[in-house]
């Protein structure tokens, strides 16, 4: 298995049926997408780059 190490590049509040965050990358990229607390309508996204 192993490790893979991440660095916090973008942290923002999108709307729910924004999925143009959901892009392919060169870069090995992971993205986070959560609910944001008393916003129904809205997402927090969380996007880190691969160190």
């Known amino acids: 298995m192993g490790e893979r ?3 916090v590049y973008e942290n923002k509040i999108i709307k729910e049926t924004d999925t143009t ?3 392919d990358t060169k870069e090995n990229i ?3 997408i959560t609910c944001e ?3 129904r ?3 927090r ?3 880190g780059k691969e160190l």
């Open 5 to 7: 190490r991440y660095r």
């Open 37 to 39: 607390k008393g916003k």
């Open 45 to 47: 996204c969380v996007i």
């Open 30 to 32: 992971i993205t986070l």
């Open 21 to 23: 965050i959901l892009k």
């Open 41 to 43: 309508e809205y997402r």
